[in-house]
Nanobody, 121 residues
């Protein structure tokens, strides 16, 4: 019913920039909070940034001042602008969204398949 697709990952040198996109499609009656997570090899998945329906954002301390999250509700798309990238930012980045499929449904969390970000030193 609901699909999340991330894009925009790739290979960049330290100090470079990337912009990730996440588009939510399917039966999306309402979308509330959306988060970007990442998982590096040998580490647990961690929350990088989140955005509320009204646009309020929160960031992990490790990316604060370098990453910016935004959303386009008309397109059901969120973005993660990543500047001043560091090798420790290397990870698979996942999008997560809280979605109601219709008026009578509870909120459920959905995940995308992830997009690889690699930062070379």
């Amino acid at each position: 019913q609901v699909q999340l697709v991330e894009s925009g990952g790739g290979l960049v040198q330290a100090g470079g920039s990337l912009r990730l996109s996440c588009t939510v499609s399917g039966k999306t009656f309402s979308i509330n909070n959306i988060g970007w997570y990442r998982q590096a090899p040998g580490k647990q998945r961690e929350l990088v940034a989140s955005i509320r329906s009204g646009g309020k954002t929160n960031y992990a301390d490790s990316v604060k001042g370098r990453f910016t999250m935004s959303r386009d509700n008309a397109k059901n798309t969120v973005y993660l602008q990543m500047n001043s990238l560091k090798p420790e930012d290397t990870a698979v980045y996942y999008c997560n969204a809280d979605v109601r499929v219709n008026y009578y449904s509870d909120w459920d969390a959905y995940w995308g398949q992830g997009t690889q970000v690699t930062v070379s030193s």
